[in-house]
Nanobody, 121 residues
C-alpha cells in the first residue's frame, strides 16, 4: 500500500516562498507520475500540478499557479517537490500529493495527511 508523507508547509507572508516535499513509499516511485492538489476550507480538492515519469519531461499546472509554482521530482529520494513562489492569500490551503497525473481528485486512492500552507496578506 502506498504511503504519502507531505511536509514543508507553514505560515508565510504574501509574496513569500515555500517548498513542499512528498515522500512516497510502498510503490516504485520512479515509474509513476506524481500530482499535487490542494483543498481550502469549504472548497473541493483541486488540482495544482503534475509531473510525468521517469524524469519529469511533461509537467502540467493549473492556470492559477502557472509561472509561480514548479513541480519536480528526485527518484533517488522517492520524493516529489512543489516550489511555490510569489504566494498569495488565496493559495492558503492544505496541500496533498498523490501518485498519478489525473486532474480529477476522485481518480486517486488514499491520501496522506497533507501539509498546511497559510499565506497572510
Amino acid at each position: 500500500q502506498v504511503q504519502l508523507v507531505e511536509s514543508g508547509g507553514g505560515l508565510v507572508q504574501a509574496g513569500g516562498s515555500l517548498r513542499l516535499s512528498c515522500v512516497v513509499s510502498g510503490r516504485t516511485f520512479s515509474t509513476n507520475p506524481m500530482a499535487w492538489f490542494r483543498q481550502a476550507p469549504g472548497k473541493e480538492r483541486e488540482f495544482v500540478a503534475s509531473i510525468s515519469w521517469p524524469n519529469g519531461g511533461n509537467r502540467n499546472y493549473a492556470d492559477f499557479v502557472k509561472g509561480r509554482f514548479t513541480i519536480s521530482r528526485d527518484n533517488a529520494k522517492n520524493t516529489a517537490y512543489l516550489q511555490m513562489n510569489n504566494l498569495k492569500p488565496e493559495d492558503t490551503a492544505v496541500y496533498y500529493c498523490n501518485v498519478g497525473e489525473s486532474k480529477d481528485s476522485n481518480q486517486y486512492g488514499a491520501w496522506g495527511q497533507g501539509t498546511q500552507v497559510t499565506v497572510s496578506s
